[in-house]
């Protein structure tokens, strides 16, 4: 393919990474790419909590605006961050490996209890402007306080080191990615199958035109078809409770040796709900998520 690939990306350290690791993707198969920056109605609004941002997809319904209009040719996404319906003509034509999918809890040193569940002093003030991370939080410590934080991951580890929180929640996808020096500050990595991740945490997503056929073959070639039949669990888990990255729903699914699934869920009504969990296995995928479903709603 001679044409030069046009990549839209937002302009986060963390969207570039994703954006340049797609670069070198094609690369590596011989297809020259470049970026295209895009703001996003998230990026825009600073100072809400994502819970009150109005919509789906406020990290990328621009972008997905620039794919229809051809302006790019190619969409990168945090696979968490993209509704579980594509806007028509669109489709997500590959997903990338999966990145550690945990939440981890970074803790500023001073402020380590380490005779306290998660080594979080007695109503310490955690940020996070999440409404699966703040539920789960308080199902572990129902005496901390939560305060919204938004910004990328630099600009939130500087906001917790100069003190403004205790402890600070972020996925370990984008803290491993960015390479982020967390030495002098103290990190929780909490289990995945406790602390239940948001639906495809640590996974890119791929989109691109569903008229594109040359993009589309392409991205066969870059494609993890093992991660997508987790990813697309969890996902249809969020697809069947009609709800948006800001629900307080967390899932993850593993595979085995032997190929079975195991689901782990967890869900609140809102973020100062009790928290619902379940467990579930099947050897197969086929209405795993509608059963998933039922047990958190019955549960």
């Not at 794919?67 to 590959?94: C, F, N, Q, W, Y």
């Not at 030495?183 to 691109?208: C, D, I, R, W, Y």
């Not at 069947?240 to 699914?253: D, I, Q, S």
Request: glycine share 6%.
């Amino acid at each position: 393919m001679d044409q030069i690939i046009k990549i839209g990306t937002r302009g986060s350290k963390l969207a570039l990474w994703q954006a340049h690791f797609t670069l070198e993707k094609l690369k590596a198969i011989g297809v020259s790419a470049e970026l295209e920056i895009i703001k996003t109605k998230g990026d825009k609004i600073q100072d809400l909590s994502f819970d009150k941002i109005e919509g789906k997809g406020f990290f990328t319904k621009e972008i997905e605006e620039a794919l229809l209009a051809g302006r790019i040719d190619l969409a990168v996404h945090s696979m968490k961050d993209l509704p579980t319906t594509s806007p028509e003509g669109l489709v997500i034509g590959a997903v990338s490996y999966r990145e550690d999918p945990a939440d981890w809890l970074v803790i500023r040193r001073e402020r380590v209890a380490t005779d306290q569940v998660l080594n979080l002093p007695q109503g310490a003030i955690v940020g996070t402007s999440s409404a699966r991370r703040k539920a789960q939080m308080l199902n572990f410590r129902p005496d901390i306080q939560l305060k919204d934080i938004r910004g990328n991951v630099p600009t939130r580890l500087a906001k917790l080191e100069a003190g403004d929180f205790d402890a600070i929640l972020l996925a370990a996808a984008g803290l491993s990615r960015l390479e982020m020096d967390l030495s002098h500050l103290e990190v929780v990595k909490l289990n995945p199958k406790e602390f239940v991740p948001a639906p495809a945490q640590g996974v890119l997503a791929f989109q691109t035109v569903v008229d594109n056929k040359d993009i589309r073959r392409l991205l066969q070639k870059i494609h993890h078809p093992e991660v997508s039949k987790r990813t697309n669990i969890e996902r249809k888990v969020l697809q069947l409770f009609e709800g948006g990255c800001h629900m307080p729903l967390g899932v993850y699914c593993e595979t085995d040796a032997q190929g079975n699934y195991h689901v782990w869920a967890a869900k609140a009504d809102s973020w100062e709900s009790p928290v619902k969990s379940v467990r579930l296995s099947s050897s197969t995928s086929f209405e795993l998520p509608e059963q998933v479903v039922s047990a958190l709603r019955t549960s």
